[in-house]
């Protein structure tokens, strides 16, 4: 059970590009790297309006001279300093992620980056190659496969429990883009622009959480074709869209379906997943994050806690609750930003031994979410063909 001892040398030197007033998620950052005194917040360029980022930044309780106009100036102003920033978190729109990535990892710095992680794999494979001359680490923020149930659902995986995967059916649906963009705020505007988004909205936007939480779980299955079908119901965000189903089929024969929706009108928001062996199935939700649905065939339903002592080590050991009080999305964050410091630190002291077994979202977890949304266009721009996985 994580209780916020200490389990890095000392605390990494934090800085944010993004993630100010009037960002979505820059707080959930901050809850993840400050939650076990892993992280210590002392630099940012926080907003495109250098005044109000100041000022944000000051607030937050960083001194005002490291509170930087752009992130270049950030990465001048820390790069030669004695207590330099170690790692900077990316919270800016996915167009601006390659170039800020880049140029950190070229200034010696570790990153935290958004998802999806680039526009192509190309770009990825900059990144990685880059990262590996520097000996540095890139962490990507999958949000909720830091919780305690989805580590318990692969351990069952990998212990056979469910026996030859068969199925795999995983959603996330919202209704918060079920009206026109006549009143959209910049972050609806931003995502549906084909110039600041990429070449995806919601398959991109949230499809690749559903995709990486499956590799968490099933990481023995690789998908060899996929179809996908989108639409905008919305036309002005048309190329992009609202409303997207993936089918695929895995090297092992299972078959699989990825719905994604920001016109799910009514819904405010969910995630789900199942996975289905020969002998058993699990089902979570992010609505209920503290219970995982175990189904035996021929035996009762199994209704499992998180934090129990019934579950696996592997999900005991990412639990911070306990048994009593809910998990959720802040806990998640915590873990992958815990994970990714110990990644660092490792990296650091040159433990290569600690970083091959060690699990975090990195350099190729955010490769893998961009291959998977490129094969995704591929299918979409070919009208909803099966396609080879590449």
Not at 75 to 91: N, T, W
Not at 184 to 192: C, D, L
Not at 319 to 334: I, K, N, V
Request: proline fraction near 3%; hydrophobic fraction near 40%; aromatic fraction near 8%.
């Amino acid at each position: 059970m994580i209780n916020g001892e200490r389990t890095i040398q000392r605390p990494m030197r934090w800085g944010m590009v993004g993630g100010g007033r009037t960002g979505q998620v820059g707080y959930k950052h901050r809850t993840g790297a400050l939650r076990d005194g892993t992280y210590q917040l002392v630099a940012g360029a926080f907003d495109l309006d250098a005044e109000r980022g100041r000022d944000f930044g000051t607030n937050l309780g960083v001194a005002e001279d490291r509170c930087y106009a752009t992130y270049q100036d950030l990465i001048a102003g820390e790069k030669d300093r004695e207590d330099g920033v170690d790692v900077v978190s990316v919270a800016t729109p996915n167009f601006t992620h390659f170039e800020i990535t880049k140029a950190l990892l070229e200034a010696g710095i570790h990153v935290i980056c958004e998802k999806p992680l680039f526009f192509t794999v190309e770009e990825c494979e900059v990144v990685a190659k880059l990262a590996a001359e520097k000996n540095l680490i890139v962490g990507v923020t999958y949000g909720f496969t830091g919780h305690p149930l989805v580590h318990q659902m692969a351990a069952m995986v990998a212990k056979g429990m469910l026996g030859d995967i068969r199925i795999v059916d995983m959603q996330y649906t919202h209704g918060f883009n079920a009206g026109d963009d006549t009143d959209a705020g910049e972050a609806v505007k931003w995502r549906t622009n084909p110039a600041t988004a990429g070449n995806t909205f919601v398959l991109g936007d949230i499809g690749t959480h559903l995709y990486y939480l499956s590799e968490v779980v099933l990481p023995h299955l690789k998908v060899e074709k996929l179809l996908c079908d989108r639409t905008a119901f919305i036309p002005s965000r048309a190329p992009l869209e609202d409303h997207a189903t993936v089918l695929m089929h895995y090297d092992n024969g299972a078959r699989g379906r990825l719905w994604v929706s920001s016109v799910d009108a009514g819904n405010m928001g969910s995630q789900k997943y199942r996975f289905v062996g020969s002998k058993a199935s699990v089902t979570w939700s992010d609505s209920r994050p503290d219970q995982l649905i175990y189904q035996v065939q021929g035996e009762p339903e199994q209704i499992m806690h998180h934090g129990m002592p019934y579950l696996e080590d592997e999900s005991l050991a990412a639990d911070r609750m306990g048994a009593l009080h809910t998990e959720g999305l802040g806990d998640s964050w915590s873990n992958i930003y815990l994970w990714i410091a110990q990644a660092i630190d490792a990296k650091m002291r040159g433990d290569e031994e600690f970083l091959k077994t060690h699990h975090y979202p990195g350099i190729e977890a955010g490769t893998e979410g961009v291959r998977w949304l490129e094969n995704c266009v591929r299918s979409a721009d070919a009208g909803a063909a099966w396609i080879d996985f590449e």
